[in-house]
Every structure is written in structure tokens, then in C-alpha cells.
């Protein structure tokens, strides 16, 4: 069975760094590209950026780029996002999902959900 | 970016009537390799988006039959042939052919 844990809820200051995490299992991790989605309060899907694990490759929507950092730990089975200077417009639902053929996400994560606030 | 439009933008059905979403691209979807990688996601109140139909008509695995897709080129449609209390969420069709992939902005189904 395909499966992908994410991280735990956060709760930061502005201006802080922080790093979420989703493992996969039940599948190749190095095979497939995992895709991350933010979800803001009360809004819709925003596509971010994807990453091979297999060898790091990684695409950023310009909207996310400079912005955030995804990277993967393969050896583990892991992606990870992260952020080096945390705003509050960054408070949010971070959903990773498996990237199949032609862009399709097919097997989502629970979210991790980021506060920011002083 | 290509811009994915959604309408209506909410729907209230009786439970067994049926319900349609549009879904329109400002580009075509249509891949050279024949495929049109347009998707339609249902997100359930507290869940994650779960995947309802993928290349524009296929039902994803444990999909009800009474969820459809149609469409090319640029202009798709997801329909409910019966609704049924369970089907209440939002709705979101997405493109995979060019990066960066793309939602529209979400069609929220009530049950009146």
C-alpha cells in the first residue's frame, strides 16, 4: 500500500526556520517525484515544486522560487521542505503527494499545517 | 502559467439530482504523446484532495462509477450522475502538461 507520512504540526515565530517531512513507503521512493501543495486558510491548491529523489532533480513553481527549499533524503525515504526565514503569510497546509506519469498526484499525504506567528 | 477556470464556483444539489463542473485551460492539454494530462481532485471537509479521474475520463481506483470526466482540448467536465451526501467538498481539476502544474480555483458541492 502506498503511503506517505508527513510531519507533525508546527507552530513558529517569524523569521525562524523550519523543515517538514514526508516519508514514503509501499512503493520505489527513488522511481517517483513527490510534489508539495499549499493550502492557505479557507483558500485552494497552489502547486510548489517537485523532486526526483532518485537524483535530487528538483522544479520550483516561480511563485515558490528563492522561497522555500525542497530536497530528499533517498536513503530514507524522505522529502523534505524548508524554510530559512519563516512570514506569517507562510501559515498554512503543506501537503506532499507522489508525482506520476504526466504530472498526475495520485497518492496524497495528511498535510502538516505551519503557524507562524509572533 | 497556464490559468486553470472553474464554474461554477459552488453547487447546491439535492442528494440524487446530478451535478456538473466545468474546468477550462488557457492552453490546450493535449501532449504530443496523445495523452491530456488534465486531473479532477475532491477534497473532503478536514482531508487531503484525493484523486477522482486522471487523463480527463479515467476513474482512479475505488472511484464511484457515478463520477465521469469528459472533454479536450482545453474545456473538460466532471459529472455527478446521482449526488450523494458523501460527494460534499471541493473540487479541483488541475493540469499536468506544463510546469509549473496548475488548480483552478475549486468548485465547493453543498447538499441542499
Known amino acids: 500500500e502506498v503511503q506517505l507520512v508527513q510531519s507533525g504540526a508546527e507552530v513558529k515565530k517569524p523569521g525562524e526556520s523550519l523543515k517538514i517531512s514526508c516519508k514514503g513507503s509501499g512503493y520505489s521512493f527513488t522511481s517517483y517525484w513527490i510534489g508539495w501543495v499549499r493550502q492557505m486558510p479557507g483558500k485552494g491548491l497552489e502547486w510548489m515544486g517537485i523532486?526526483?529523489?532518485?537524483?535530487?532533480?528538483?522544479r520550483y513553481s516561480p511563485s515558490f522560487q528563492g522561497q522555500v527549499t525542497i530536497s530528499a533524503d533517498k536513503s530514507i525515504s524522505t522529502a523534505y521542505l524548508q524554510w530559512s526565514s519563516l512570514k506569517a503569510s507562510d501559515t498554512a497546509m503543506y501537503y506532499c503527494?507522489?508525482?506520476?506519469?504526466?504530472?498526475?498526484?495520485?497518492?496524497w499525504g495528511q498535510g502538516t499545517l505551519v503557524t507562524v506567528s509572533s | 502559467d497556464i490559468v486553470m477556470t472553474q464554474t461554477p464556483l459552488s453547487l447546491s444539489v439535492t442528494p440524487g439530482q446530478p451535478a456538473s463542473i466545468s474546468c477550462k485551460s488557457s492552453?490546450?492539454?493535449?501532449?504530443?504523446?496523445?495523452?491530456?494530462?488534465l486531473y479532477w481532485y475532491l477534497q473532503k471537509p478536514g482531508q487531503s484532495p484525493q484523486l477522482l479521474i486522471y487523463?480527463?475520463?479515467s476513474r482512479f481506483s475505488g472511484v464511484p462509477d457515478r463520477f465521469s470526466g469528459s472533454g479536450s482540448g482545453t474545456d473538460f467536465t466532471l459529472k455527478i450522475s446521482r449526488v450523494e451526501a458523501e460527494d460534499v467538498g471541493v473540487y479541483y481539476c488541475?493540469?499536468?502538461?506544463?510546469?509549473?502544474?496548475?488548480f483552478g480555483q475549486g468548485t465547493k458541492l453543498e447538499i441542499k
Open positions: 523532486i526526483y529523489p532518485g537524483d535530487s532533480d528538483t
Open positions: 488541475m493540469q499536468g502538461i506544463h510546469l509549473p502544474h496548475t
Open positions: 503527494a507522489r508525482r506520476s506519469r504526466g504530472g498526475l498526484l495520485d497518492y
Open positions: 492552453q490546450s492539454l493535449l501532449h504530443s504523446d496523445g495523452k491530456t494530462y
Open positions: 487523463e480527463v475520463s
